[in-house]
């Protein structure tokens, strides 16, 4: 026999007789490359459509100006066409609109309008041409007609010469559907207009958004580019292609990481399982091992045996992984869109596509973590000494030597130090390199701490009669302990980041409802659909709202975004009336705040979100220069306040500051309170009877929070699978390793049976054991987990998204899923032990002498 | 006769008559459906008045500045050019504040004939009216698209600086003969119908001086051109299928233009000529004195449109022949304004004899592919 065909032959013959727990183990690897690999596929697959979105609404260009708020002046335009280095300046205004019949809160809902001069867009982005019906080429010219991409058309369910009605401030205006666009991207929501036209009928006369720029040939990029932004001074931005792309790589990196790593975790816990189904197989054939010794194999040809059995495994697994997550992505791209239940990528429809390297990594981190799953049990059973092995009752010497408690409280000491550390590249990095040291960590004690913890029951019961049934499950939790921390490292894996992210989530999800309390206080909240940056409502119409009857309060708000930096995306400047005593009646503020009497006189106040903090290195206390209206002006941070509706930033001043600053008395939204005795529903059709109340969009705050807490848990809802998945894969395991245990112990069995053991005692004795072990591995699992969502709580939210949140226990949830882990172990090891205890007792003890 | 036709688009070229080339560019039917309130109609017995006319008439829907002449550089080769600047009034937003508001379109279009090319090189722009960057002037002829510019100085000398990639120019013109006013006192009929008319004037005989640019080699020239300046609302007979038009400047001093109009049934649907002589006098051809005759066809490589490039014309008693500086002077924007027409220097003959050089212009040659 050659020691190909015995591998062979042992691989064949070891896997024939254990198919479920092969099988097991196999799944738990494949759900676990599938689900990071499928994340990884849609998240790529959406920020590269979203990107090359982008880039295509730029063309060819070579640089683009921005303001530092969202639009500027248009005298910068013939400014920038006469610089001699410039070939081709092309003006854009593109606005986000809100369509008439589609919900316009959401940004999501709105569509996208360029504004374009097709004689210059012709030069640097012919694509986003109108293409007008036959003989309409002045179409393209009209103030009355709009191309949009064919995903627009099916969006907003028009064709060519149809009607397409949209808001324009509080005015509704009807344009005519002119036709299509010479190339959109497949998915890609878009419209175009003349530019000329969308400045007049959107209102905003005299404004652009951006200038896109080609340069003549031979000019230096570099140069110019350094040039022109000292020659614009601090109001404008100028960027290059590579600038935007880092811009829309910001945007949503956090999130896609954060959820990268989940999907890691979830293969991390299948580590667990191969380990324990690898282990335990080693276990069950030290005699078939030390015979195979005796008979001549070597220990490296051995060692090569076990590692070739966790390479067919792993290889096998991810395998499996990589075509299930190619489908899962395909489906979820296909039924549901490129967002995974976020916004970040919104208007456009990615394809997947197969990229053989991220194939390859996933392929190699899916065999990586068989291996090590596999090596410490293929190392044990190389070093055994077959005389030893071969004499019965030795089986847990394999994995004692795992019990050193010194790696596993290196690593809870690194975990710990981990936490102190500060994020690398604006992400958690030691953040989750202390949850999986924990992780490590936890499991790796776990013997240690199963044995102590029994021997200590052991010897508190032992005064009491406690009867052979109960005295034997205590003997053997307390004896046998690495074989029942093997049992449970699947639960504590899955159970204990169960845990973490329940918390996390409800942490999360309570903070924000109370902060939604904090942030909607008033009983309505009325909006015009904005188009651009102007607010929606001038001085009339404000006092036309504040006229109305049965209405206490009214505050105003006007918020605009700006660019602070070129490679981040826009913050928000909110406006508003707060109150100048009590800064906490109008904002959730944090403790870090200087108290309104110790400023100086004549000092602008501004409070400042987190995420401004983290980014921008705003502190309180501190002088700061910021952009309102046209120039710049100092305020002083006085506060800051917690934010989840922005992670990329967000400050509020005085609505008078602003407006005295800026000149600019138009407002964006209205909260109203209403007057004792009045109701919503009165106060609403008084409004939608003011001559511009159609296009208001008013609404109730309860409502507003219900969407909002609607929205969180849709972005949630991709976490819910992934936990889903988990604990799964962690049952699974309970599964597979009791039912291994059990049927390695059938000598054991064999044995009770003899002695005068019933089959039922027995099987209460394994259902105890299941239910006991788990009781402990839940219990643990807990203090694990509950530790881990102190370190997602504390560092990763706030590094990754710049938001901290109070810290919430879901406790009945958690209970009932503890419940049913209980439940669910119990009945497997009574199932497994069933298995092992069916009638062959003389053929089990037989075996072995 | 012929008509552009572009996957079964209708579009005609342009030239004298070039508003044809535009109002379907930039659409026939917008212009049938929209009364013409805001634009005035051409007009007999209406009298040029100067130097106002030589600027641009922005209440009418299309205006062109349109030169053409023969070069010669130190090696005494010859070249022709061809430099036109369009205004168009879209009739739209005209009451839209904004300044990027299309209520005006400039066109310019830049050509070179060079006969060691063997081709004609072309260049154009579209921009609309706005910021400085393109404009037509009233008051003198004044016109602007990004760096390409025409103005007439007010001793009359005309200036033209454009400049593309590969080509460019940078002409100074002089006037050496009156303004001739063509039609009746500029008043230049173009159909059967009398509101089918345009104002028009020439200036024959331009002086040239200054440089052209090959592959960013500057060469001093001088040469001596053509300029007509043309305007009008109303557009031509719905049964016009496109035109051929020349004008030349005779050696012995005198100026001749002839254009006639073709039906779609091949027949002629108006023609005109006019032969000014060096002592002023010009002697007016009715449409049934000028006759065009093909003499030699030309089949474009690039379109496969069949051009008449050696012609024959009479009028009246006099017989013209014309014969191209070379075959391939198309000039095929497809890619971009979608225009498709022969524009090309000729030499002529005047009854057998030597005569001078001018521009023959044929446009609507340009079939449907065949398929």
Known sequence: MTSASLSRWLLVGEWRAHVAQVLVALIAIAIGVAMAYSIHLINTAAFNEFSAASKHLSGQADMQVRGRKAYFDESLYPWLANQKDVAVANPMLELDVAVVGKQSIRSDQKLKILGIDMFRAAQISPDLLGLPAQGKTLDRLASDTIFLSPAAMEWLQVQQDDELQVYAGLHTLTLRVAGGLVRARAGQRLAVMDIGAMQWRFEQLGLLSRIELKLQPGVNHHAFKARLAEELGSSYWVT???????????????????????????????????????????????????????????????????????????????????????????????????NLGS??????????????????????????????????????????????????????????????????????????????????????????????????????????????????????????????????????????????????????????????????????????????????????????????????????????????????????????????????????????????????????????????????????????????????????????????????????????????????????????????????????TAAIWLRHGMTVDTAIEDMRRLDFGSALEISRSSDMRALSLKIFDRSFAVTYVLETVAVIIGLLGVGASFSAQTLARAKEFGMLRHVGMTRRQILAMLAAEGGLLTALGTTLGFVLGWSISLILIFIVNPQSFHWTMQLYVPWSWLLAVALLMLISAALTALMAGRQAVSGQVIRAVKEDW | MKMIQKRGKFEYAKFMLTWLLLITFLSMETLADEPMTRLRPVVPDHHLSFPHDYGAHQDFRIEWWYITGWLESGDNKPLGFQVTFFRYATDQNHDNPSHFAAKYLIIAHLALSDPSAGKLMHQEKTLREGFGLAYAKQGNTDVKLDDWYLVRED??????????????????????????????????????????????????????????????????????????????????????????????????????????????????????????????????????????????????????????????????DIEWRLTPMLDDQELDSRQSTGAVYWEGAVTLTKNQQPAGRGYLELTGYVRPLAL
């Open chain 1, 240 to 338: 290059e292609a590579a600038d935007q792309e880092l811009r829309v790589e910001n945007m949503s990196r956090a999130y896609r990481i954060n959820l990268n790593m989940l999907a890691l975790v979830a293969l991390f816990t299948g580590a667990f399982l191969v380990f324990s189904a690898q282990a335990l197989s080693v276990i069950r054939r030290r005699q078939q091992f030390a015979l195979l010794r005796v008979l001549g194999v070597t220990r490296v040809q051995l060692l090569r045996q076990m590692i070739t059995e966790g390479i067919f495994l792993g290889a096998l697994g991810s395998l499996l992984g990589l075509s299930l997550g190619y489908l899962i992505a395909v489906m979820a791209i296909q039924f549901l869109d490129g």
């Open chain 1, 343 to 668: 916004s970040f990528f919104p208007g456009v429809k990615p394809g997947i596509f197969f990229d053989p390297i991220a194939a390859m990594l996933f392929f190699g981190i899916g065999l990586c973590v068989t291996l090590i799953g596999s090596i410490v049990p293929a190392m044990e059973a190389a070093r055994t000494r077959p005389a030893l092995a071969l004499r019965a009752g030795s089986e847990h010497a394999v994995i004692e030597k795992l019990a050193s408690p010194w790696p596993a409280l290196i690593c809870l000491g690194g975990a710990l130090l981990f936490t102190q550390l500060p994020p690398i590249l604006e992400l958690p990095v030691f953040g989750y390199l202390a949850i999986m040291l924990l992780l490590i960590g936890g499991i790796a004690l776990m013997p240690r701490f199963t044995a102590g913890f029994f021997s200590f029951l052991t010897a508190r019961l032992h005064r009491y009669q406690i009867g052979a049934v109960s005295a034997l499950v205590l003997a053997r939790l307390t004896n046998a302990p690495s074989q029942a921390a093997m049992a449970l490292g699947g639960i504590l894996a899955s159970f204990s980041l169960m845990v973490a992210m329940a918390i996390m989530v409800m942490s999360f999800r309570v903070s924000i409802d109370h902060w939604l309390g904090q942030v909607l206080p008033a009983d309505l909240y009325v909006r015009v659909a904005t188009t651009g940056d102007q607010g929606g409502f001038q001085v009339t119409q404000q006092q036309d709202i504040a006229g109305l009857a049965g209405i206490e309060r009214v505050d105003l708000f006007r918020t605009q975004q700006l660019i602070l930096d070129a490679s981040r995306p826009e913050i928000t400047l909110f406006a508003r009336p707060i109150d100048g005593n009590d800064p906490r009646n109008t904002l959730p503020l944090t403790d870090d705040v200087i108290a309104s009497g110790s400023l100086p006189e004549g000092v602008m106040p501004m409070w400042v979100s987190e995420a401004m903090v983290d980014l921008y290195g705003y502190r309180v206390g501190e002088r700061v220069q910021f952009p309102v209206g046209a120039s710049f002006h100092e305020f002083v941070v006085v506060g800051i306040w917690r934010d989840y509706g922005r992670q990329f930033g967000a400050v509020q001043i005085q609505l008078a500051d602003y407006q005295r600053l800026s000149g600019d008395l138009s407002i964006n």
């Open chain 2, 155 to 316: 001793n009359g000398r005309y200036q033209v600086d454009m400049r593309a990639d590969e080509f460019g120019l940078q002409l100074s013109l002089a006037p050496t003969q009156a303004v001739l006013l063509q039609g009746d006192e500029g008043f230049s009929r173009k159909g059967p119908k009398p509101e089918q008319a345009s104002y028009y004037y020439s200036e024959p005989h331009l002086r040239v001086t200054g440089t052209v640019f090959r592959n960013n080699k500057p060469v001093a020239v001088n040469g001596s051109a053509w300029l007509d300046h043309e305007w009008s609302t109303a557009y031509l007979d719905s049964d016009a299928d496109g035109w051929d038009w020349v004008g030349a400047n005779l050696d012995d001093g005198s100026a001749l233009m002839a254009f006639q109009i073709r039906g779609k049934n091949g027949g002629k649907v108006w023609a005109y000529a006019a032969l000014r002589d060096p002592s002023g006098e010009v002697r007016f051809f009715n449409p049934d004195q000028v006759e065009f005759t093909p003499l030699r066809t030309w089949k474009s490589p690039h379109t496969e449109a069949v051009y008449p490039v050696a012609m024959h014309i009479r009028t009246d």
